[in-house]
């Protein structure tokens, strides 16, 4: 299967804390992206990295990348109530193949 | 800021029926997609278009479902005989290049009774 795995499946975390999630996958990649859900709603772009690079920012969220293990994770620091979503990762090659996500709920 | 968007934001058919959603991707893309979401499940690829054509579909995109650019700005997604299992969130995207970042649309949630 293309498709990434997250991990964990569902995330509790106390306002403040940092959350990360993982994902993992078989193929090889040309990039890949992290996508946020909030229930019912649509997707929205969060970061995406690059086959060829091993970590990035933006603003709160960390990604790294490591195609030899086939995983990447992301982080989120100071986690906010507003952060209650569910995540996706989305390998693409000439599509997106979602995970199934990870679903965080951060409680105030 | 650019986005896609989706319209009806929910539908109601009747098994049977013909359905048609439809999406107006950000202007400068020339990539289309849709996809969606049965509740409770994954994100699943259905098509991608170019050029006015299809790109590439999965095994979901049978014959019942069809896509169209009508006009310079419009993409549309019909099911022709919609089934119970159709009812989902369907997810418009589009992106200004083969594979990386595409936006997305808020979707439509299609409830077939």
């Known amino acids: 299967s293309q498709q990434g795995e997250e991990d964990p499946q569902a995330l509790s975390i106390q306002e403040g804390e940092n959350a990360t999630m993982n994902c993992s996958y078989k193929t090889s990649i040309n990039n890949l992206q992290w996508y946020r859900q909030n229930s019912g709603r649509g997707l929205v772009h969060l970061i995406l990295i690059r086959s060829n690079e091993r970590e990035k920012h933006s603003g709160r969220l960390r990604v790294t990348l490591d195609t030899s293990k086939k995983s990447s994770s992301l982080l989120i620091t100071a986690s906010r109530a507003a952060d209650t979503a569910s995540y996706f990762c989305?390998?693409?090659?000439?599509?997106?193949?979602f995970g199934t996500g990870t679903s965080l709920t951060v409680i105030p | 800021e650019p986005e896609v968007t989706q319209t009806p934001s929910h539908q109601v058919t009747q098994m049977g029926q013909e359905v048609i959603l439809r999406c107006v991707p950000i202007?400068?893309?020339?990539?289309f997609y849709w996809y969606r979401q049965i509740l409770g499940q994954k994100v699943e690829f259905l098509v991608s278009f170019y050029n006015n054509e299809i790109s590439e579909k999965s095994e979901i995109f049978d014959d019942q479902f069809s896509v169209e650019r009508p006009d310079g700005s419009n993409f549309t997604l019909k099911i022709r005989s919609t089934k119970l299992e159709d009812s989902a969130m369907y997810f418009c995207?589009?992106?200004?290049?083969?594979?990386?970042?595409?936006?997305f649309g808020q979707g439509t949630r299609l409830t077939v009774v």
């Open positions: 202007s400068n893309h020339l990539y």
């Open positions: 995207a589009s992106s200004n290049q083969w594979g990386p970042e595409a936006f």
């Open positions: 989305a390998l693409t090659g000439n599509q997106f193949y």
